[in-house]
Antibody
Framework: QVQLQESGPGLVKPSETLSLTCTVS??????????WNWIRQPPGKALEWIAC???????NFNPSLKSRVTISVGASENQFSLKLSSVTAADTAVYYC?????????????WGQGTMVTASS | QTVVTQEPSFSVSPGGTVTLTCGLS?????????PSWYRQTPGQAPRTLIY???SRSSGVPDRLSGSILGNKAALTITGAQADDESDYYC??????????FGGGTKLTVL
């Protein structure tokens, strides 16, 4: 049973870089035809897709965040990471990692529990 | 910028039927957008309900169904129960590796 778990600082200062890691239990981000995603949800607001790292190593981004986002394989093959630069209060949110299937599904099938990140001085 | 539209809120009586929709600010939703639906209760991660328009995720009862209705994707809940009271999100695959979430629908069962 594959499980995902987010980790990282819960508080980030404005203008600094938010860094999160998603650890995949029971799987690898480089094996299998899966796509590894970051999704966030500001308090009281809707979910927002941030970025995707495919098993092949290709990446895709939300156009509105692309200039500030990096997604990559983590320190080990069962981790992937998110970096969001120049954060502001608007980046305060619960951040989820999620595994998606590609064709012919194109849906998020496994989610982490989420981690709250607050951008504040 | 693509905007995916959902009803902000909806109400259904216990035992009743409700259809939530998912549209595009410009254009029509089709099966090529691979619409998927998720349920989220407060403080919890989303749970996948429907993928590829009308396929149920494991463990999802058949009183929940997905479809294309006109130019929108739809999630229909029949025999509404108290624990259906949640936020519901649709997601569309826009191609080129990009997904877009709808704004969510808050469903009340009363």
């Amino acid at each position: 049973q594959v499980q995902l778990q987010e980790s990282g600082p819960g508080l980030v200062k404005p203008s600094e870089t938010l860094s999160l890691t998603c650890t995949v239990s029971g799987g690898s981000v480089t094996i299998g035809s899966y796509h590894w995603n970051w999704i966030r949800q500001p308090p009281g607001k809707a979910l927002e897709w941030i970025a995707c790292l495919s098993y092949s190593g290709s990446t895709n981004f939300n156009p509105s965040l692309k200039s500030r986002v990096t997604i990559s394989v983590g320190a080990s093959e069962n981790q992937f990471s998110l970096k969001l630069s120049s954060v502001t209060a608007a980046d305060t949110a619960v951040y989820y990692c999620a595994r998606a299937r590609g064709f012919p599904v194109f849906a998020f099938e496994i989610w982490g529990q989420g981690t709250m990140v607050t951008a504040s001085s | 910028q693509t905007v995916v539209t959902q009803e902000p809120s909806f109400s259904v009586s216990p035992g009743g039927t409700v259809t939530l929709t998912c549209g595009l600010s410009s254009g029509s939703v089709s099966t090529s957008h691979y619409p998927s639906w998720y349920r989220q209760t407060p403080g919890q991660a989303p749970r996948t309900l429907i993928y590829s328009t009308n396929s149920r995720s494991s463990g999802v009862p058949d009183r929940l169904s997905g479809s294309i209705l006109g130019n929108k994707a739809a999630l229909t809940i029949t025999g509404a129960q108290a624990d259906d009271e949640s936020d519901y999100y649709c997601v569309l695959w826009m191609g080129s590796g990009v997904w877009v979430f709808g704004g969510g629908t808050k469903l009340t069962v009363l």
